[in-house]
């Protein structure tokens, strides 16, 4: 890496840069500490920035105060100190070390320190334990840099006794190689694996946060196979579909290196990212294969009723993780439609279509679509029906068709009005007729409506 100012300095923002003098112009040491210079080294923007500084946090808050700089000062106990500013906020910590960490998620205690080289043994990863001061220059005491050009993840000191300290360190090992693609070092995966028992202590949301990093990294797959017994120690059933021959001629993988695949094939973009309920999808979508298994007399492997099983588990998994209810909703929904394909035939895509909400369906399309491209030749022929299954929808959808009924013509009032007393017959009529419409007796316009109501009241 190359420490010249004109390289680093300059991919500092200004509003960064100047909290930095103002701290070193008041006789503290302060760098930019961690994922932003990892950032810088590896040729990225940083989308935030922290600041590690020798200044107590009682220094911190009377600098802002005397430069005028806004300031959160609520985890000033902790050594945290957030200016505020116009363009973002900015972290600024005391150098630390950490005492004992008695429950394996936070420390006993802090410990503030005045050495830059003090505070790098707490880190996690080498990867983020390099400092870069207001001139540009790296530092680099636990050999990021090297890791960053080898692609490694690799545990700053004794890899157990990081992750003895802080169980979550494991799932963020997974998250990095997801979202960077580096290995995992060879005694940081066997300590993580050693360990990864221990993850249970740690809170539901604390875990949730990581594993929708890890499922929506770019190189996602990569990290859930690499840490496959770290994976299974949230999601049990992972362990139970590696290996799993399906023994089907639709399949040419295992259950697991399916489901792998799928992820790996819905869509990823440097800006957006990857759809988080598609992504969480598509990890759960066969799970249940394992428990539905069963071969036919032909010898065919046969897994019938595996979206529900699979849609049970994600249920549970993402329950215990204390997801919002409307997200555990939208991917348990999608994991049980994933297999469903109905007739090409207009009028059955119309129902299909008004049965589920617009957005469930443009993602149920996605995951489809990944799903059909992770089977065996023979599988991927289904990719046809798709195709054509999309192009009814999107005929329907220019030709003005509905998909609700609050969408037609007429309402209650109108029901009403043909001489159905107020109650919940109105509703069911009105259903009636929805009905009508959708298997194309009548059009969506007042008087074919009204027409079709008559009818069915009689």
Known sequence: MNNDMSDTSKRIPGYVSNILRILTSSGYKAYVAGGAVRDIVLGKTPHDYDIATSAQPSDTIRVFRESGIGFFDNAAKHGTVTAITEEGNVEVTTFREDGAYSDMRRPDEVIFKTSIEDDVR???????AMYMDSEGKIFDPEGGEKDCELGLIRAVGDPLERFREDALRILRALRFCSKLGFEIEEATLAAMESCAPEIKTISGERIAAELEKIVT????AKAIRTGWKIMSVIIPEIEICRGFDQRSSFHDRDVLEHILDVL???PYTDEEGRDPEIAMAALFHDLGKPSSFKIGDNGEGHMKGHPEVSAKIAERVLTELRFPKQYVSDVCLLVELHDV???????EVH?????YPD???????????????AHSPLGRKRIKRLDELIAIAEDLKASGAVFDIKELAIGGNDIISLGVGKGPKVGEILALVFNSYLEEKCENTRDSLLEEARRIIG
């Open 351 to 355: 129902k299909f279509m008004s049965r």
């Open 122 to 128: 707490r880190r996690d990863f080498t990867i983020n």
């Open 264 to 266: 790996d094939a819905i």
């Open 341 to 347: 394909y109905t007739r090409t035939d207009r009028i």
């Open 359 to 373: 957005e469930i369906l443009r993602k149920l399309v996605i995951l489809q679509r990944a799903d059909i491209h």
């Open 217 to 220: 990294g770019r190189y996602a």
